[in-house]
T-cell receptor, first 113, second 115 residues
Framework: SQKIEQNSEALNIQEGKTATLTCNYT??????LQWYRQDPGRGPVFLLL?????KEKRKERLKVTFDTTLKQSLFHITASQPADSATYLC????????????FGAGTRLFVKA | GAVVSQHPSWVICKSGTSVKIECRSL??????MFWYRQFPKQSLMLMAT?????????EQGVEKDKFLINHASLTLSTLTVTSAHPEDSSFYIC???????????FGPGTRLTVL
C-alpha cells in the first residue's frame, strides 16, 4: 500500500541545535517533494520544494535532501530557534493523471530556549 | 505575494443546516484550487480538486452532493457543506495554484463545528 510516514512523536531540541525531521514513503514515485510548516489552527505554509533529480536544496537555515532510492527526505533546521516550534509536513506530488499532493501527518517540533 | 484567504475563519452551525466557505487568491490567478479536511493530529486529506470553469474532481469517499464545490472565477472557489452533521466538524483548508508544477498556497483554514 502507499504510505507517507513522518515521526509521530514530537521532537524536542535545544535552541541553537540542528533539528532533523524524516519523511519516508512507499509505493510512490513523486515528481517532487515539498515541506510545509503548520502552526496550530492555521493553514500550512510552504517552505521548500525539491525535485526528483535534485539531491539537496537549501534556503537560509533550512536544508532538504531527497533520496529516491531510499524513498526518503530529510529536513534540517540549523541554529534552531524557539520560533521554529511548529508542525512540519512532508508532501508528495504523485502526479497520477493530474496535479495531486499527498501529505504526511507531520512531526511536531519543540525548540527550547 | 501568493496570498490566499478563507472566510469565515470559524463557524458554528446547527445540525441539518448548510455552510458555505469561501477561498480567494488575493494576488494571483488560481487555475486550480484544492479543498482539504484535517482532523486533529492527522494529515491533510484532499477532498477535491477544482479547475476554474469546470466541475470539481472529488476524491474517493467524498460525497459530491454533500460537499458542493464551485470555482466560478480564477480567484474564488467555494465549498458548501450541505445538511451538516456533527461528524462533519473539522478544519477545512483550501489551497490555490497557478499551474500544474507550481507550489500550492494555502489559506488559513476554517474551523467548522456542527452542533
Amino acid at each position: 500500500s502507499q504510505k507517507i510516514e513522518q515521526n509521530s512523536e514530537a521532537l524536542n531540541i535545544q535552541e541553537g541545535k540542528t533539528a532533523t525531521l524524516t519523511c519516508n514513503y512507499t509505493n510512490y514515485s513523486p515528481a517532487y517533494l515539498q515541506w510545509y510548516r503548520q502552526d496550530p489552527g492555521r493553514g500550512p505554509v510552504f517552505l521548500l520544494l525539491i525535485r526528483e533529480n535534485e539531491k539537496e536544496k537549501r534556503k537560509e537555515r533550512l536544508k532538504v535532501t531527497f533520496d529516491t532510492t531510499l524513498k526518503q527526505s530529510l529536513f534540517h533546521i540549523t541554529a534552531s530557534q524557539p520560533a521554529d516550534s511548529a508542525t512540519y509536513l512532508c508532501a508528495l506530488d504523485i502526479g497520477t493523471g493530474g496535479f495531486k499532493t499527498i501529505f504526511g501527518a507531520g512531526t511536531r517540533l519543540f525548540v527550547k530556549a | 505575494g501568493a496570498v490566499v484567504s478563507q472566510h469565515p475563519s470559524w463557524v458554528i452551525c446547527k445540525s441539518g443546516t448548510s455552510v458555505k466557505i469561501e477561498c480567494r487568491s488575493l494576488d494571483f490567478q488560481a487555475t486550480t484550487m484544492f479543498w482539504y479536511r484535517q482532523f486533529p493530529k492527522q494529515s491533510l486529506m484532499l477532498m477535491a480538486t477544482s479547475n476554474e470553469g469546470s466541475k470539481a474532481t472529488y476524491e474517493q469517499g467524498v460525497e459530491k452532493d454533500k460537499f458542493l464545490i464551485n470555482h466560478a472565477s480564477l480567484t474564488l472557489s467555494t465549498l458548501t457543506v450541505t445538511s451538516a452533521h456533527p461528524e462533519d466538524s473539522s478544519f477545512y483548508i483550501c489551497s490555490a495554484s497557478s499551474g500544474r508544477s507550481d507550489t500550492q498556497y494555502f489559506g488559513p483554514g476554517t474551523r467548522l463545528t456542527v452542533l
